[in-house]
């Protein structure tokens, strides 16, 4: 069995990313979520292990001390996480893995896991990711600006990705990911045992 992938898919807000996500999920049995580990409570609905894995603050920190974690941040007083062992877990079971991070959590697992593969989610352009926004109809001007100033700095990271996909229509994206799992999963480094085999 093939080992899955580790894709890390970012993008600014506006950019479609959490939908091209689950279009991904729809039409294939083995791309899936990772599970994110917090410190924070659950909510009305929330299950550990399927939600997220709830754990105290003092063994998040023990993870971090342990380096179990691809990556981490503190957002709002609690910490949020990607375990290392669930990620490596499921690939080992020949799933691909989609992480779904902002550049710098990106760059964090880059660091970890020089293998995974970066995408980054392009709008067609910033006019339309701010009507994106703005048909949300959940920001306030002022949240609007922000996100749009956030924007431009989060797309000069994106130069240090593996991939840049245009999200123009969802469908299209989805289609340039599906690419681009083929040829990762075909290359040479990752085919070495076939190779091997074949020779012997």
Do not use: W
């Not at 410190?39 to 920190?61: A, C, L, V, W």
């Not at 380096?67 to 499921?90: C, I, M, Q, R, S």
């Not at 431009?152 to 690419?179: H, L, P, R």
């Amino acid at each position: 069995m093939d080992e899955g992938l580790l894709l890390v898919i970012s993008g600014p807000s506006g950019s479609g990313k959490g939908t091209i996500c689950r279009e991904l999920l729809k039409r294939h049995q083995n791309i899936n979520f990772s599970i994110s580990a917090t410190t924070r409570k659950p909510r009305k609905g929330e299950d550990h292990g399927i939600s997220y894995f709830f754990i105290g603050e003092e063994k998040f920190k023990d993870m971090i001390r342990k380096e179990e974690f691809l990556e981490y941040a503190n957002v709002h007083d609690n910490y949020y996480g990607t375990p290392k062992k669930y990620v490596f877990e499921k690939m080992e079971q020949g799933e691909n893995i989609i992480l779904e991070i902002d550049v710098q959590g990106a760059l964090q697992v880059r660091k970890v896991y020089p293998e995974a593969v970066l995408i980054f989610i392009l709008p067609p352009s910033m006019e339309e990711l701010k009507n994106r926004i703005v048909k949300r109809g959940t920001e306030s001007e002022k949240d609007i600006s922000r996100r749009l100033e956030n924007a431009y700095k989060e797309m000069e990271f994106g130069k240090n990705y593996d991939y840049v996909v245009m999200n123009d229509q969802v469908i299209t994206a989805v289609e340039k990911i599906e690419s681009i799992i083929t040829a990762e999963k075909t290359r040479g480094v990752r085919q070495k045992e076939l190779i091997e085999q074949i020779l012997l």
